[in-house]
Structure formats: structure tokens, C-alpha cells
């Protein structure tokens, strides 16, 4: 799949129901007509949502729904006030604190926006080539009644240049545990909460690897976080750790390594025994646009 890579610049703008304040604040979709009485829960671009309520409180992930996708993550919204932004260009318009009508530029291709509300979520899907919509809104609760807005997600992928993913080795930051030959590095763990840049390529910042407190059972979570740009490498056991309780010499074999799982999507977390080192090893992958 190609796609193009785009730095962000958060817009969000909130307004009233009526359609004349909207197009005051000017951030309604060019090419769909605003309804000022929405048709639940058809979308105004005569999107049919899918509901989703499996999921750890009806939240639905990008991840689930298709491979590659880029995700706005989670955006929480409290008494009509957002907790986040969103990608570049994409302008997102909420009324009576149900309704969402969204726009997007030519070069960002909407997949799924993600319209969650009390325990379940509305997935309404599209093709990439609808730049805006509008009347989006969460299933109706128990009452009956369409649940407020909860939270709002965009999936989505850039359009326009050719992109390619570039696999490298990734490993926390620390020190080395050979002097030549091989870059890999090791961890000091300070028995506390603690968190280091995640390498690729030995210089290339892909992310970030946390170290959390140990837990009653004499636990520690790790937890990688990847920077936009990034994904984890499809590949069976792309987190390998190792714990050691002294520092580490020769150079490491990651397939050796004690602990391993694959992650699908970032944030990625594994709970590991305590201990005063920790090698961790991460296959991840880079986008290269020309």
C-alpha cells in the first residue's frame, strides 16, 4: 500500500445546531448540505454505521478494523469539550454534543470514523474518497435515546505520494552491550517508573519504551509507544525482552530472549519479572514517502 506522510496541525471548531451559525464559523463540509435534523443513525452521505459494543466498554480500535491504517486515537470528548486534536486539515464539527460532521483534505482518504457513546460505538465506513459528512452519532443507549458523545476516532491513510514501510531492529536506549560490532543496547532499570527513547536503526527515534513501578507480585510493565510514522512489524514475536540481574556483556540474541509477544498496534504492554537490566528488542517498521 503507498501512502504519503504529512506532518499534523490540529483543527477543531464547535458550534451550534442551527445552520447559520455554522456557516458563520465557516467549518462546514463544501461538498455535502448541511441537515439541521439529522436521520438516525444514517449518515448525510447516506452512510449506514455498523454498531460495535465487544469492546472494553463499546471502544472500538483502528486496528481492528483494517491493516495500515493511521489513527487520530481516542478523542474524549467532556460536556461537549474535546481532550484531543486531530490530524492536519481534518475539521471536526460537534452539535448538541451528538452530532459530528467532519472534512477532510484532498490528501488524507477517511476510511472509518469511530462515533462512540455510553457502553457501544457506531462504525461508519468509508472508501477513502468522500471528503465530508455529517449527521454522525453514537447508538442509542438503554433508554432508548442516542447516547452523547463519548469519544470520536478517525482511521485514515494519506493519499497522493508513493510510500513505502522500511523494517528495522528497534531497542531501548542505554548501553551498549558490546563496545563494537553490533549496536544493541541494554536498560538500567531503576526499580521505579522510568521512561527511555526506543532506537531504530540506532538513530532514528521511533518511539518511546516505559518501565513501570513493580507491581505486588514483583512485576514490571513495559509498555512501547511508537511515534506517528511508525508501525510494529508484522511478524511473529516483534517484542523480545530479557531481564538480567547484573549487566549484560556479548552481543545479545533477541530469539533467546525470555519474554515475547506480538503487537498490533501501539501502545504495546508486557509485564515482565523485576530486575536491574532489561535488553528490549523491537521489529518495527518506518514510512518512506519520495
Known amino acids: 500500500m503507498k501512502r504519503v506522510l504529512i506532518p499534523f496541525v490540529a ?3 464547535l458550534t451550534a445546531c442551527d445552520k447559520e451559525q455554522n456557516s458563520l464559523l465557516a467549518p462546514v463540509p463544501s461538498d455535502i448540505e448541511f441537515r439541521t435534523t439529522c436521520t438516525h443513525p444514517t449518515s448525510t452521505a447516506a452512510i449506514n454505521p455498523t454498531v460495535y459494543n465487544t469492546g472494553p466498554g463499546g471502544n472500538v480500535e483502528c486496528s481492528e478494523l483494517g491493516t495500515g491504517l493511521m489513527s487520530s486515537g481516542r478523542i474524549n470528548y467532556n460536556d461537549g469539550v474535546p481532550g484531543g486534536t486531530f490530524p492536519d486539515g481534518i475539521t471536526v464539527v460537534v452539535t448538541d454534543g451528538k452530532f459530528v460532521s467532519w472534512s477532510a483534505p484532498a490528501n488524507v482518504c477517511v476510511r472509518y470514523v469511530i462515533v462512540k457513546g455510553s457502553n457501544a460505538a457506531n462504525v461508519y465506513a468509508y472508501d477513502g474518497s468522500l471528503k465530508s459528512d455529517a449527521c454522525l452519532a453514537s447508538p442509542l443507549n438503554m433508554g432508548g435515546n442516542i447516547a452523547n458523545l463519548s469519544n470520536l476516532t478517525f ?9 513505502d514501510w522500511i523494517g528495522e531492529t528497534a531497542w531501548s536506549n542505554g548501553s551498549q552491550y558490546v563496545t563494537r560490532g553490533n549496536w544493541a543496547t541494554y536498560t538500567k532499570y531503576e526499580g521505579q517508573q522510568k521512561t527511555v527513547t526506543l532506537f531504530a536503526g540506532q538513530t532514528l ?16 510493565t513495559v509498555t512501547i509507544t511508537l511515534n506517528a510514522g511508525w508501525r510494529f512489524k508484522d511478524v511473529n514475536e516483534n517484542v523480545k525482552i530479557q531481564d538480567y540481574a547484573t549487566a549484560p556483556s556479548g552481543n545479545p540474541s533477541p530469539g533467546l530472549f525470555a519474554h515475547k509477544g506480538k503487537a498490533t498496534s501501539s501502545p504495546f504492554s508486557i509485564k515482565v519479572p523485576k530486575n536491574n537490566f532489561y535488553g528490549v528488542h523491537v521489529d518495527v517498521e518506518w514510512e518512506k514517502c519520495d
Not at 155 to 163: I, L, P, R, S
Not at 206 to 217: H, L
Request: net charge negative.
Open 11 to 13: 483543527l477543531l471548531l
Open 155 to 163: 482511521c485514515y491513510e494519506f493519499c497522493g505520494q508513493e510510500c
Open 205 to 220: 527515534n521511533a518511539g518511546t519504551v516505559k518501565f513501570s513501578a513493580p507491581d505486588a507480585d514483583h512485576k514490571v
